[in-house]
Nanobody, 124 residues
Framework: QVQLVESGGGLVQAGGSLRLSCAASGRTFSSYVMAWFRQAPGKEREFVATVSWSGSSSIYADSVKGRFTISRDNAKNTAYLQMNSLKPEDTDVYYC?????????????????WGQGTQVTVSS
């Protein structure tokens, strides 16, 4: 199993940037596909981005493509989400997730492990 802890959320003005981090416990971080999702109150969890085991491949939601970058540092057991050119509609709770065997899924049900979430608020 792996435990995930997000950090880096906060309040930022539109056009600004934030970097989220997802720290994972355990010694097998590199055996997990990592992903970021986001969720607003009363809405379903929405896929943001995912990165492969080695970090060589990534997939983005159309709504964040060109603005967000997902990465990972397997030596530090940490995944990141660099968010630039933030918009008010990016305001959500952001969750990181991990999955051992499925690559490329944009469905939350595919991911077995989740962090507690970190709030991102973008003011206009």
């Amino acid at each position: 199993q792996v435990q995930l802890v997000e950090s880096g959320g906060g309040l930022v003005q539109a056009g600004g940037s934030l970097r989220l981090s997802c720290a994972a416990s355990g010694r097998t971080f590199s055996s997990y596909v990592m992903a970021w999702f986001r969720q607003a109150p009363g809405k379903e969890r929405e896929f943001v981005a995912t990165v492969s085991w080695s970090g060589s491949s990534s997939i983005y939601a159309d709504s964040v493509k060109g603005r967000f970058t997902i990465s990972r540092d397997n030596a530090k057991n940490t995944a990141y989400l660099q968010m630039n050119s933030l918009k008010p509609e990016d305001t959500d709770v952001y969750y990181c997730a991990a999955e051992r065997t499925v690559w490329g899924s944009k469905t939350s049900d595919s991911y077995d492990f989740w962090g507690q979430g970190t709030q991102v608020t973008v003011s206009s």
